[in-house]
């Protein structure tokens, strides 16, 4: 398995996360501040599942969640999609 970028995780994140919501959920979401570390996505869902779906699609295995390293690079993600307008703007 080839290691995958923060980058490429977040934008699979961000495609599944906006895959399962309504317009308007996305809506709010975009216009959510972005110096705010409150993510809004779990108002609308489990983003901890997602982001763990959008590791396993890529990668082709489950993500060991208590690897230090699977979670910097989760935590990266996360921050890139959220500060990048989730890479929908």
């Not at 996360?17 to 959510?32: D, M, R, Y």
């Not at 983003?47 to 390293?69: K, R, S």
Request: aromatic share 8%; with cysteine; glycine share 4%.
């Amino acid at each position: 398995m080839q290691p995958i970028t923060a980058e490429i995780l977040s934008r699979k994140f961000a495609e599944l996360i906006f895959a399962e919501i309504s317009e308007g959920e996305k809506q709010a979401i975009l216009s959510h501040p972005k110096e705010d570390m409150c993510c809004i996505t779990h108002d609308f869902m489990d983003p901890n599942q997602v982001i763990l779906d959008a590791y396993e699609a890529l990668t082709g295995v489950e993500a060991e969640v208590g690897d230090d390293d699977i979670m910097h690079l989760f935590n990266t993600a996360w921050t890139l999609a959220r500060v990048n307008d989730w890479w929908q703007a």
